[in-house]
Nanobody
Framework: HVQLVESGGGSVQTGGSLRLSCVVS????????MAWFRQAPGKEREGVAR????????YYADSVKGRFTISQDNAKNTVYLQMNSLKPEDTAMYYC???????????WGQGTQVTVS
């Protein structure tokens, strides 16, 4: 049974920083990609950042490029999302996801709320 648990959300002022963490437990065989998504009220879910667990290659949405950094600590089975220069439009529920490809994610966390004011 695979479980993803996010933490690190909170309320910050514009220009502030937060670091989200996603701890992965269970059988992660075939987890080729980890990602962070977000969804604001009334908006569609948006892919924010992705990381290939083997190569470390990353992808960022244009809206966060240069401000957010995705990283992984394989020893801790944890994926991070460092968010800097936060803007009010970054306010959303952030979800961690994992899967066997760059585009299909089979496992999701419960989400952590980020509010920027």
């Amino acid at each position: 049974h695979v479980q993803l648990v996010e933490s690190g959300g909170g309320s910050v002022q514009t220009g502030g920083s937060l670091r989200l963490s996603c701890v992965v437990s269970g059988d992660t065989t075939g987890f080729d990609c980890m990602a962070w998504f977000r969804q604001a009220p009334g908006k569609e879910r948006e892919g924010v950042a992705r990381i290939a667990t083997g190569s470390g290659n990353t992808y960022y949405a244009d809206s966060v490029k240069g401000r957010f950094t995705i990283s992984q600590d394989n020893a801790k089975n944890t994926v991070y999302l460092q968010m800097n220069s936060l803007k009010p439009e970054d306010t959303a529920m952030y979800y961690c996801a994992g899967g066997g490809s760059w585009y299909v994610f089979d496992y999701w966390g419960q989400g952590t709320q980020v509010t920027v004011s």
